[in-house]
């Protein structure tokens, strides 16, 4: 005589059937229970994992672009200024008369200093790492000895009355300017802000920010819910009741996590795309042309020093023009808006907490959910 | 089923014992955990030659070199070894401010193959003895010199100084040909120095090579070294006679523009260094003789020619050596070079330092630059054209003493006084009293108590 299985079992794989064989409890339903419940803890604890993971890294790139990249830039953008019109008023210092130079040279001491701030917010918001902090101390080093060709200029300018001597100083200025413009500081200080420029675009277009890496966890949590309505469709058909109020819970707690997780991550990338803008209008108006003297081309001075700039720096030096329609007050403006765009970039209200302990909540209500429905019908082994 | 189990257990045996063998070794450091650092003032065409000297080295030992090239070398060098952050190797010009390093113990010895040293003329190994720290190991070096250049020539244009006719004899052989040439293109209407001075941050230095140049080759290689170790004062005949002799070789020239704002493009104030020798290839040329250093050939390869291409080496520029003042103790040449130092002693960098000095790396750059070894073992084929093999030849023949370029073997307040006065000197030549006694208050002060001795080498 040949035992004949029951028609479930034999569908199950070799070592499950021998478990079950062993148990000597056969359930049909319990198998197909205890499978569901597998599934979605399963399918759950996917969900979680990627979403964690993108969330996770959509953020830190949110937070390193807005709270580090964005601030590297604009420091370096505001040290290009400050070092041009630092140089526009040194030059513009030995055109004018005792009472211009004293103003201009408070000009250029400013400018200097607000440079070297800048230099150290770079510094410190630096995303790049080696090929900046090279420059960074390539900058510096240049700038020491911009202002002692400075301060040798001035000394051999004197008052201008020695005329040999005066003329020294004033090739000295113009030494001084073409370390300033002409390969020299502004140009290290420029590779240093596209390096910065760079990072920061490459954070802004980042792919965690992108549709694709949404897919990452949508998809599993797609799934999971196509799985979670399949499992109330077979208990409803099973045991003949409308809805199972564990799973209804858990899909609902889903719904609501995906719809989080999407809309915190969007705003994140939205607001980032607006710090980018923001950042790009300060840069542009912050794109200062250096010029020739302006209002001092009287003096032989400011003569000389046209000449002599044109000749040695290859541009004209002794003035800097902001961009037409741009005004001090508006660049104030546009960068504090910019900065408090870039603050404000990186906001994750709570998601990082929000992702486990909601996850925690859809396992329980899962598990509970299935968990109760074996209990009521006793189909649980003894 | 035993010898199964016998074989089985050799064969186990076997591979921990191979396992044993191969696991240290593969996991033993390799010494190249880290890049290398490497610091000099070469930028451009010169820094990307440099890369392909490291590339070599990359190849030729796994290791990974990279190389940073600043303007303001000496402040960041001085910077990051005040901050305890030195690069690993450095590359340096200046001898002064090598000894700087040297005296406060920064600099780390080297193992270095006695083969490759004595593959370096006795010329530069006195110049590499000299950099050596006080009670330092004899068994090390500290100093290479990774390439060199020669400083006592005068470039020129052979096709255009044919075309001046019976003014032009060849090359001139000595001060009073040179000054007689100079002073027949001057008459004839025409400019004969291409002079530049601007070099920021260093402005003025080319200056300084004439006058060392001058002083070398008219009172002599011991009068020159007396006034390098700051034991000659600036107001001594010597120096005097070597700015005089200057001065009046420029007068065949009007050299600085009576109006500065107008007549900037010809200011040699303003003129680049570098730049100051293109119009020498003009038609017709804006200026017939340039005093530069073999690197600037570089330069000249650079410039577009009025017919189209650039400068051909022996068709389109040509150089002479200085000449002699014809006195005794003259025969010596004025010599610059780019010193190889380590900074944090490592096994990779005493790989690398030993890589650059090996005469493998020594072909590297004369094959693709305009770089000069003084590794003897490096030959002349190795240059691609004969103006190179004759500065090749003059920076390791044995004959000449070689005399690095004084200023930089000044200390440094010192070397920068003098780059001042001739900044000031051109601007008023007649100011000469005042300059140079005011170097010789600067002398008094920054010499203090260096009692180091330059030699040039080879002078015995």
Same mark, same amino acid.
Request: charged share 15%; aromatic share 8%; with cysteine.
């Given at each position: 005589?040949?035992?004949?299985? &029951?028609?479930?079992?034999?569908?199950?794989?070799?070592?499950?059937?021998?478990?079950?064989?062993?148990?000597?409890?056969?359930?049909?339903?319990?198998?197909?229970?205890?499978?569901?419940?597998?599934?979605?803890?399963?399918?759950?604890?996917?969900?979680?994992?990627?979403?964690?993971?993108?969330?996770?890294?959509?953020?830190?790139?949110?937070?390193?672009?807005?709270?580090?990249?964005?601030?590297?830039?604009?420091?370096?953008?505001?040290?290009?200024?400050?070092?041009?019109?630092?140089?526009?008023?040194?030059?513009?210092?030995?055109?004018?008369?005792?009472?211009?130079?004293?103003?201009?040279?408070?000009?250029?001491?400013?400018?200097?200093?607000?440079?070297?701030?800048?230099?150290?917010?770079?510094?410190?918001?630096?995303?790049?790492?080696?090929?900046?902090?090279?420059?960074?101390?390539?900058?510096?080093?240049?700038?020491?000895?911009?202002?002692?060709?400075?301060?040798?200029?001035?000394?051999?300018?004197?008052?201008?009355?020695?005329?040999?001597?005066?003329?020294?100083?004033?090739?000295?200025?113009?030494?001084?300017?073409?370390?300033?413009?002409?390969?020299?500081?502004?140009?290290?200080?420029?590779?240093?802000?596209?390096?910065?420029?760079?990072?920061?675009?490459?954070?802004?277009?980042?792919?965690?920010?992108?549709?694709?890496?949404?897919?990452?966890?949508?998809?599993?949590?797609?799934?999971?819910?196509?799985?979670?309505?399949?499992?109330? =469709?077979?208990?409803?058909?099973?045991?003949?009741?409308?809805?199972?109020?564990?799973?209804?819970?858990?899909?609902?707690?889903?719904? =609501?996590?995906?719809?989080? =997780?999407?809309?915190?991550?969007?705003?994140?990338?939205?607001?980032?795309?607006?710090?980018?803008?923001?950042?790009?209008?300060?840069?542009?108006?912050?794109?200062?042309? &250096?010029?020739?003297?302006?209002?001092?081309?009287?003096?032989?001075?400011?003569?000389?020093?046209?000449?002599?700039?044109?000749?040695?720096?290859?541009?004209?030096?002794?003035?800097?023009?902001?961009?037409?329609?741009?005004?001090?007050?508006?660049?104030?403006?546009?960068?504090?808006?910019?900065?408090?765009?870039?603050?404000?970039?990186?906001?994750?209200?709570?998601?990082?907490?929000?992702?486990?302990?909601?996850?925690?909540?859809?396992?329980?209500?899962?598990?509970?959910?299935?968990?109760?429905? =074996?209990?009521?019908?006793?189909?649980?082994?003894? | 089923?035993?010898?199964?189990?016998?074989?089985?257990?050799?064969?186990?045996?076997?591979?921990?014992?191979?396992?044993?063998?191969?696991?240290?070794?593969?996991?033993?450091?390799?010494?190249?955990?880290?890049?290398?650092?490497?610091?000099?003032?070469?930028?451009?065409?010169?820094?990307?030659?440099?890369?392909?000297?490291?590339?070599?080295?990359?190849?030729?030992?796994?290791?990974?070199?990279?190389?940073?090239?600043?303007?303001?070398?000496?402040?960041?060098?001085?910077?990051?070894?005040?901050?305890?952050?030195?690069?690993?190797?450095?590359?340096?010009?200046?001898?002064?401010?090598?000894?700087?390093?040297?005296?406060?113990?920064?600099?780390?010895?080297?193992?270095?193959?006695?083969?490759?040293?004595?593959?370096?003329?006795?010329?530069?190994?006195?110049?590499?003895?000299?950099?050596?720290?006080?009670?330092?190991?004899?068994?090390?070096?500290?100093?290479?010199?990774?390439?060199?250049?020669?400083?006592?020539?005068?470039?020129?244009?052979?096709?255009?100084?044919?075309?001046?006719?019976?003014?032009?004899?060849?090359?001139?052989?000595?001060?009073?040909?040179?000054?007689?040439?100079?002073?027949?293109?001057?008459?004839?209407?025409?400019?004969?120095?291409?002079?530049?001075?601007?070099?920021?941050?260093?402005?003025?230095?080319?200056?300084?090579?004439?006058?060392?140049?001058?002083?070398?080759?008219?009172?002599?290689?011991?009068?020159?070294?007396?006034?390098?170790?700051?034991?000659?004062?600036?107001?001594?005949?010597?120096?005097?006679?070597?700015?005089?002799?200057?001065?009046?070789?420029?007068?065949?020239?009007?050299?600085?523009?009576?109006?500065?704002?107008?007549?900037?493009?010809?200011?040699?104030?303003?003129?680049?260094?570098?730049?100051?020798?293109?119009?020498?290839?003009?038609?017709?040329?804006?200026?017939?003789?340039?005093?530069?250093?073999?690197?600037?050939?570089?330069?000249?390869?650079?410039?577009?020619?009025?017919?189209?291409?650039?400068?051909?080496?022996?068709?389109?520029?040509?150089?002479?050596?200085?000449?002699?003042?014809?006195?005794?103790?003259?025969?010596?040449?004025?010599?610059?070079?780019?010193?190889?130092?380590?900074?944090?002693?490592?096994?990779?960098?005493?790989?690398?330092?030993?890589?650059?000095?090996?005469?493998?790396?020594?072909?590297?750059?004369?094959?693709?630059?305009?770089?000069?070894?003084?590794?003897?073992?490096?030959?002349?084929?190795?240059?691609?054209?004969?103006?190179?093999?004759?500065?090749?030849?003059?920076?390791?023949?044995?004959?000449?003493?070689?005399?690095?370029?004084?200023?930089?073997?000044?200390?440094?307040?010192?070397?920068?006084?003098?780059?001042?006065?001739?900044?000031?000197?051109?601007?008023?030549?007649?100011?000469?009293?005042?300059?140079?006694?005011?170097?010789?208050?600067?002398?008094?002060?920054?010499?203090?108590?260096?009692?180091?001795?330059?030699?040039?080498?080879?002078?015995?």
């Amino acid at each position: 005589m040949t035992a004949t299985l &029951p028609h479930p079992i034999t569908r199950l794989p070799a070592w499950w059937r021998r478990r079950v064989l062993l148990s000597g409890r056969l359930s049909t339903t319990r198998i197909v229970l205890a499978r569901l419940r597998a599934a979605l803890l399963l399918g759950i604890v996917l969900v979680l994992a990627t979403s964690y993971l993108a969330y996770q890294q959509a953020h830190d790139t949110v937070t390193a672009a807005g709270s580090r990249s964005a601030i590297a830039v604009l420091n370096a953008s505001v040290a290009q200024q400050a070092l041009i019109e630092a140089d526009a008023a040194m030059v513009a210092g030995l055109a004018g008369n005792v009472v211009q130079r004293g103003a201009q040279a408070t000009t250029y001491r400013d400018d200097l200093a607000l440079a070297g701030q800048s230099l150290q917010g770079v510094g410190q918001f630096d995303v790049v790492g080696n090929p900046v902090s090279l420059d960074l101390q390539q900058v510096e080093g240049q700038l020491t000895i911009y202002s002692g060709l400075v301060a040798q200029a001035y000394v051999d300018y004197g008052d201008g009355t020695a005329t040999d001597s005066a003329r020294l100083g004033l090739v000295e200025v113009v030494y001084a300017s073409k370390l300033m413009h002409s390969g020299g500081i502004l140009d290290t200080l420029h590779a240093l802000f596209l390096a910065e420029q760079q990072a920061f675009d490459a954070q802004v277009s980042s792919g965690w920010l992108s549709a694709p890496a949404a897919l990452l966890w949508a998809v599993p949590a797609a799934a999971l819910l196509v799985l979670l309505v399949a499992t109330q =469709i077979v208990l409803a058909r099973r045991f003949r009741r409308k809805l199972n109020a564990g799973l209804l819970a858990a899909t609902a707690l889903l719904l =609501i996590l995906a719809g989080c =997780i999407g809309v915190i991550t969007g705003i994140e990338a939205s607001r980032l795309d607006g710090t980018r803008d923001a950042v790009a209008t300060v840069l542009a108006d912050r794109r200062v042309t &250096p010029g020739a003297l302006s209002g001092g081309g009287g003096t032989w001075e400011a003569r000389v020093l046209d000449g002599m700039c044109g000749q040695a720096a290859q541009v004209g030096c002794g003035s800097a023009s902001l961009p037409r329609g741009v005004t001090p007050t508006r660049q104030e403006t546009d960068a504090t808006d910019a900065t408090d765009r870039a603050a404000a970039a990186p906001d994750e209200y709570g998601l990082r907490y929000v992702i486990p302990g909601l996850g925690a909540v859809v396992i329980a209500s899962l598990w509970l959910g299935i968990h109760l429905r =074996i209990r009521d019908y006793r189909y649980e082994a003894r | 089923m035993i010898r199964a189990r016998t074989g089985l257990t050799r064969l186990a045996v076997a591979l921990s014992l191979v396992a044993a063998g191969v696991v240290p070794v593969a996991c033993a450091p390799s010494g190249c955990d880290r890049t290398l650092e490497v610091i000099g003032n070469w930028t451009g065409t010169e820094a990307t030659d440099f890369g392909k000297v490291l590339d070599g080295f990359h190849q030729a030992t796994g290791c990974t070199a990279l190389y940073h090239g600043s303007q303001s070398l000496d402040q960041e060098l001085q910077a990051d070894v005040q901050q305890g952050d030195p690069p690993d190797l450095a590359m340096l010009s200046s001898p002064g401010e090598l000894q700087f390093y040297a005296d406060q113990g920064d600099l780390r010895g080297f193992p270095l193959d006695d083969n490759e040293i004595a593959a370096y003329p006795s010329q530069w190994r006195v110049l590499e003895e000299q950099l050596r720290p006080r009670d330092s190991d004899p068994t090390l070096q500290y100093a290479i010199v990774f390439k060199a250049d020669l400083k006592s020539a005068v470039w020129y244009d052979p096709e255009a100084m044919r075309a001046l006719g019976p003014r032009w004899t060849g090359p001139p052989t000595s001060w009073a040909g040179l000054t007689a040439l100079s002073s027949a293109i001057g008459a004839a209407g025409k400019t004969p120095w291409c002079l530049g001075m601007e070099a920021t941050p260093n402005s003025g230095w080319p200056g300084t090579d004439w006058i060392e140049d001058i002083l070398l080759h008219q009172s002599g290689v011991s009068a020159y070294q007396d006034w390098a170790n700051g034991r000659l004062s600036w107001l001594s005949a010597p120096v005097q006679n070597a700015w005089n002799a200057w001065g009046a070789l420029l007068s065949a020239q009007h050299t600085i523009p009576d109006d500065p704002a107008a007549d900037a493009a010809q200011d040699p104030l303003l003129t680049n260094f570098a730049a100051a020798g293109t119009p020498m290839f003009g038609s017709p040329p804006g200026c017939y003789l340039d005093h530069k250093a073999s690197f600037v050939m570089s330069s000249y390869q650079s410039v577009a020619l009025p017919g189209g291409g650039n400068p051909q080496p022996a068709a389109d520029y040509a150089f002479f050596p200085f000449p002699s003042f014809g006195g005794a103790d003259t025969a010596g040449e004025e010599v610059s070079a780019d010193i190889g130092t380590v900074f944090r002693s490592s096994q990779p960098a005493d790989q690398l330092i030993a890589y650059l000095a090996s005469t493998d790396a020594q072909r590297i750059w004369p094959g693709i630059g305009s770089a000069f070894s003084v590794d003897s073992e490096v030959a002349l084929s190795d240059y691609a054209d004969p103006e190179k093999r004759q500065v090749a030849t003059m920076l390791t023949r044995t004959t000449d003493a070689l005399c690095f370029d004084a200023s930089d073997l000044m200390p440094p307040a010192m070397s920068t006084a003098f780059t001042q006065a001739v900044l000031r000197y051109l601007i008023d030549p007649g100011s000469l009293p005042d300059l140079l006694a005011g170097l010789d208050q600067v002398r008094a002060q920054a010499y203090g108590a260096n009692t180091r001795t330059y030699t040039c080498g080879g002078s015995g």
